[in-house]
């Protein structure tokens, strides 16, 4: 017998850790996870189910049945009742549904990989905030300093909100709820640097922002072979600039100004690698001069409508996707950061190896 497609392996061994690993608390049998999805469509059987998840001769789930596997384990809400049971799209939270349509997203680009000939199947896009370990990950967030800090972020007014004392907060809130979507099942967490114990910084790290306001981002990227260096420059108040090991600032690597005065074009860093405090874990640094190249690093992987093809060229550029670093041009257009686009030709300032 010819051996099974990748494609198709690799959306068998999904499916498979899915079902034994969404919930590890939670043993979900072959037979029971039958009866829930077959609940709305036709009612399957265990065999069937256990077809799909078999690494020696897996047979391909229909897309509909794939689409009921996204709903069920977009939720742990399916294993809270005896039996478990396929929530209606309807009934799930805005949280839970993110959570469904990345999912199913996933599970039908897996389907359609494994449809290809093997002779011209091509390789998956990858996907850098996908992480198929149980995770935690933390991102450690840089706090305000006093002095920019509203009346609403001391603790002694009534209207406290505690996320008003956080720096780059677009950039923290955006890659918080995209990794959120992409690892249903992960804990992620985020904290101000000041208050980060050494648990935290055992699992996932992604460092938001600088070394101005961030306590991490210098003592970790230090402790990295990434020749990038953020310091201060007497000339820019506003930010700190890059430089690499050895060598004076570059004038490329700094912001740019408009006539007016203000900022139109920002530099933002993007660094993946291993965590120095457990090298099964990865540190990721989203870093820029200002808070639009914060941004900048963060939307490049996030964006739909071009983290697809900066994964590429990712994918393309560096043999290893766990230890790399782009510096990389933020343009600024009416105060809003664009997400960078990798692929174009003035974009990519440095990377490294």
């Known amino acids: 017998m010819p051996p099974a497609p990748p494609g198709l392996l690799l959306l068998a061994q999904r499916l498979s850790d899915l079902r034994e690993n969404c919930w590890p608390d939670v043993r979900i049998t072959q037979a029971a996870l039958a009866d829930a999805l077959g609940e709305e469509q036709q009612s399957l059987s265990s065999a069937t189910v256990s077809s799909w998840e078999s690494l020696n001769s897996p047979k391909l789930p229909p897309a509909a049945r794939l689409t009921a596997y996204a709903r069920f384990f977009a939720t742990r809400r399916s294993v809270e009742s005896t039996p478990p049971r396929l929530l209606p799209l309807d009934e799930l939270t805005p949280d839970e549904r993110g959570a469904f349509e990345a999912l199913e997203a996933e599970l039908i680009a897996l389907r359609n990989g494994a449809k290809k000939p093997l002779a011209r199947a091509e390789p998956a896009v990858p996907r850098s905030w996908v992480f198929a370990d149980r995770g935690p990950l933390t991102l450690v967030c840089a706090q305000l300093p006093t002095l920019e800090k509203g009346s609403l972020a001391d603790p002694a007014d009534p209207n406290y909100t505690e996320l008003l004392s956080y720096a780059d907060l677009d950039a923290m809130v955006e890659l918080h709820g995209h990794v959120r979507a992409e690892n ?170």
């Open 184 to 353: 249903p099942s992960m804990g992620v967490f985020f904290k101000l640097s000041s208050g980060v114990v050494p648990d935290d910084l055992s699992g996932h790290v992604v460092l938001v922002g600088g070394i101005g306001w961030n306590e991490m981002t210098g003592p970790l990227s230090a402790m990295t072979d990434i020749p990038i260096r953020q310091v201060e420059d007497p000339e820019i108040k506003t930010g700190e600039i890059f430089v690499l090991n050895g060598q004076e600032k570059n004038p490329d690597f700094l912001p740019k100004w408009g006539n007016a005065g203000q900022l139109v074009r920002d530099v933002g860093l993007l660094v993946r690698t291993r965590n120095p405090h457990n090298s099964n874990r990865s540190l990721t640094i989203c870093n820029g001069v200002h808070s639009r190249g914060v941004l900048g690093a963060v939307r490049a992987l996030t964006d739909a409508r071009l983290r697809d093809s900066n994964e590429g060229y990712i994918a393309k550029h560096f043999a290893d996707p766990w230890n790399f670093a782009i510096l990389m041009r933020v343009s600024v257009i009416a105060g809003q950061a664009m997400t960078p686009d990798f692929n174009a030709a003035d974009c990519v300032l440095y990377q490294w190896p």
